[in-house]
């Protein structure tokens, strides 16, 4: 049997985005994942569905498995002929004992290969606004780790030579042993009123920093109530967070907002949010479901010389429309002779990747909207195809009739509740774990108001954002005060609302 291959890939800090194309592209390939504690999981979703996943997280006295276990379970897999990615937090060769993993595989005659990763040592006191190296503060900085047991004889940190030999000190996985940490720069002649940061789960949404003084930063961490990942950062460079601070200061940062969208929509909203600092929580109310039966959509689309328009008026209805067109082995070219229409942008680019650019999209995105603009057009006679949800209203229908057209409505897609995640957000509300609740569409706000189980639903606090008005009249219909309501009829739009209500706020 051929023996496979091992990649030691660095994850980057802990923000999912902050790993390499590189370390994306191994672990699209791999059979088999070995991943560390303290990594987003979000990063497994570039895995291969049947790729083989094993944990081997360590924390201070727990470890799933020992280093040298760890060793021999790469060398193992890759005997069996198995592409193999080691995931590491930050990079494999700082602190991450990539090269015990690396000798290893070596010594085995294993074909191994190091990705590097973006180190926290550097990452995280950027994210805080803090440069390792700046003209007339700093020209120099170490990287040091914190985890060493300052208990023992003999320490392999020379403390007299690095204390007042280098500007800037990255201490990481130093929490623990910040105060020995402190006494010995001290000790060593480093001034006491040096400034010092101490960064909590950088690069995070929840990052959060304390800045002080070695006289004073032992104090201020524990009433900021700091705990384990932390990185340290001792050096004049610190004073320039005040000025250069900018993660924390993006508009939603720190707001912890449910994201209620179906499962495979939520990535597009939450990834808005998380650019402008909030913490998304992806709980989706919905689930998209195909049809019991495609037999009338099938017949729809056999008959589609029979149609003068075709209106999609959700993401959704396109997806679910041209997965069937395919199955009947037909492609866009079957809607030449039709006029496409688009209820907003986001239907339209979901169109466009079709390869169809919309002859019709309304000024005002919603159903209103659509009706209002095709009553300028000349409709009357026409057949009108419409692929939607099963819950759609019959607003549309309604209007085009009333317009002296015949609307055609064809289920296209079942959405359904998503049980278990319902169940979730009720329990993170109860809690107050929830700043913002995010609603996109009506059948958003009905699965959530569900969990409640005709109970009057408890936000506790909690402020309400809905995408348009027809969500917002289904929450308000169900007790909801909508707090935050989207001008324009978008994701993007809605990120902006909550953004600006938050701006008054403050």
Not at 119 to 143: D, E, M, Q
Not at 295 to 321: C, M, P, R
Request: glycine share 8%; charged share 25%; proline share 5%.
């Amino acid at each position: 049997m051929k023996t496979g291959k091992v990649y030691l890939v660095g994850a980057g800090p802990g923000d999912p985005r902050l790993i390499s194309q590189r370390g994306l592209e191994c672990l699209a390939q791999a059979d088999v994942v070995i991943y560390d504690r303290l990594l987003d999981e979000r990063l497994l979703e570039s895995k291969r569905p049947e790729a083989e996943v094993i944990y081997v997280g360590k924390t201070v006295g727990q470890h799933t498995l020992e280093q040298d276990e760890i060793n021999q379970l790469l060398v193992e897999k890759a005997q069996e002929g198995k592409t193999v990615v080691r995931l590491k937090g930050g990079d494999p060769f700082v602190f991450g004992r990539g090269g015990e993993e690396a000798e290893t595989l070596k010594d085995n005659h294993i074909l191994f290969e190091v990705v590097p990763g973006v180190s926290s040592a550097l990452a995280v006191p950027a994210n805080a606004g803090i440069p390792v190296t700046h003209r007339g503060l700093a020209s120099s900085f170490a990287v040091i780790t914190g985890h060493e047991d300052l208990d023992k004889d003999k320490s392999s940190i020379a403390w007299e030579k690095l204390a007042m030999g280098v500007d800037t000190l990255v201490f990481l996985m130093g929490m623990r042993n910040l105060p020995k940490i402190v006494a010995n720069l001290l000790a060593y002649g480093r001034p006491a009123d040096t400034p010092v940061a101490v960064i909590k789960d950088g690069t995070r949404p929840e990052q959060k920093t304390v800045v002080g003084s070695l006289t004073d930063i032992i104090a201020g961490v524990k009433k900021h109530h700091l705990s384990s990942p932390v990185v340290i950062v001792v050096g004049e460079v610190v004073k320039l967070r005040e000025k250069l601070g900018w993660f924390d200061n993006r508009p939603l940062f720190g707001k912890r907002i449910l994201v209620t969208r179906a499962r495979h929509q939520a990535s597009a909203l939450s990834r808005l949010l998380l650019e402008q600092g909030a913490q998304p929580i992806e709980l989706p109310a919905i689930d998209i479901k195909a049809t019991a039966s495609t037999e009338e959509l099938d017949q729809a689309i056999s008959n589609l010389e029979s149609y003068q328009w075709i209106i999609f008026t959700s993401v959704n209805g396109v997806e679910a429309f041209f997965r069937r067109l395919n199955g009947l082995n037909l492609d866009s070219r079957a809607l030449k002779n039709l006029t496409i229409g688009a209820i907003g942008p986001a239907t339209a680019q979901a169109l466009e990747k079709k390869g169809i650019t919309p002859d019709y999209l309304p000024e005002v995105y919603t159903t209103e909207g659509l009706i209002d603009g095709l009553s300028r057009c000349d409709i009357d006679g026409q057949r009108f195809l419409l692929p939607r949800a099963d819950i759609a209203d019959k607003e549309l229908t309604s209007g085009i009739t009333k317009l002296g057209a015949e609307a055609h409505d064809v289920t296209t897609y079942k959405t359904v509740p998503a049980a278990d995640s319902i169940s979730q957000a009720k329990e993170m509300l109860l809690s107050g774990k929830i700043d913002v609740i995010t609603f996109t569409s009506s059948s958003t706000v009905s699965n959530l108001v569900a969990a409640f189980k005709g109970e009057q639903p408890v936000v506790n606090g909690a402020k309400v954002a809905c995408i348009g008005p027809k969500t917002a009249d289904t929450a308000a219909g169900a007790g909801l005060k909508v707090d935050i309501f989207a001008e324009e009829y978008t994701i993007p739009g809605l990120v902006t609302a909550i953004e600006e209500y938050f701006r008054k706020e403050a």
